[in-house]
Antibody, heavy 122, light 107 residues
Framework: QVQLVESGGGVVQPGRSLRLSCAAS????????MHWVRQAPGKGLEWVAVISYDETYRVYTESVKGRFTISRDNGGDTLFLQMSSLTPEDTAVYFC???????????????WGQGTLVTVSS | DIQMTQSPSTLSASVGDRVTITCRASQSVSIWVAWYQQKLGKAPKLLIY???NLEGGAPSRFSGTGSGTEFTLTISSLQPDDFATYYC??????????FGQGTKLEI
């Protein structure tokens, strides 16, 4: 069955960096777009970034452009989110999610991980 | 960027009620809208994709309609397990994915 397991969250000081990972299993990872979505405490869902199945495109929400980098290792079935210049506003649970249809970015997020909490605080 | 305006933000209802949640896009997104259910402390769960397609395993009491800029999620007869927060999302291009603000459905 499809599994997505995030890791790498924790407490980090403002201005520092953190890298999140999402280990995928149960499907052909290299066929699907992958997303990062976050949820600040008590708030709604915010889409963060998407990467195409072949890494030809990477798209970010405006608030993280230039600070976050999404990448993937199709050989190791892992998605990453490199976060730098973190601010308290980046405090959230970060979910990775898989697109529902292969080979396209125009697809809903069908499978989700359980999330990893990032807390930015001094 | 395409904005998704979801209403209401909170909805009070009872078991057995029929409820409707609305999402309006700031520009046409064709049929590329999904609806998710999220319970406290859990990951979102896909209910509807392509505006009206029921995700496998989702109960048939959930249905979605709409195209262009107006979309609705309807629950035909509320069950106790349905009290949760619901989000719409547009995914009309490779470069655009936006969630609505959410609707908390409470007893």
């Amino acid at each position: 069955q499809v599994q997505l397991v995030e890791s790498g969250g924790g407490v980090v000081q403002p201005g520092r960096s953190l890298r999140l990972s999402c280990a995928a299993s149960g499907f052909t990872f290299s066929n699907y777009v992958m997303h990062w979505v976050r949820q600040a405490p008590g708030k709604g869902l915010e889409w963060v970034a998407v990467i195409s199945y072949d890494e030809t495109y990477r798209v970010y929400t405006e608030s993280v452009k230039g600070r976050f980098t999404i990448s993937r290792d199709n050989g190791g079935d892992t998605l990453f989110l490199q976060m730098s210049s973190l601010t308290p506003e980046d405090t959230a649970v970060y979910f990775c999610a898989r697109g529902g249809e292969p080979w396209t970015g125009i697809t809903a997020a069908q499978y989700w991980g359980q999330g990893t909490l990032v807390t930015v605080s001094s | 960027d395409i904005q998704m305006t979801q209403s209401p933000s909170t909805l009070s209802a009872s078991v057995g009620d029929r409820v409707t949640i609305t999402c309006r896009a700031s520009q046409s997104v064709s049929i590329w809208v999904a609806w998710y259910q999220q319970k406290l402390g859990k990951a979102p769960k896909l209910l509807i994709y392509g505006a009206s397609n029921l995700e496998g395993g989702a109960p048939s009491r959930f249905s979605g309609t709409g195209s262009g800029t107006e979309f609705t999620l309807t629950i035909s007869s509320l069950q106790p397990d349905d009290f949760a927060t619901y989000y719409c999302q547009q995914y009309s291009s490779y470069f655009s994915h936006t969630f609505g603000q959410g609707t908390k459905l409470e007893i």
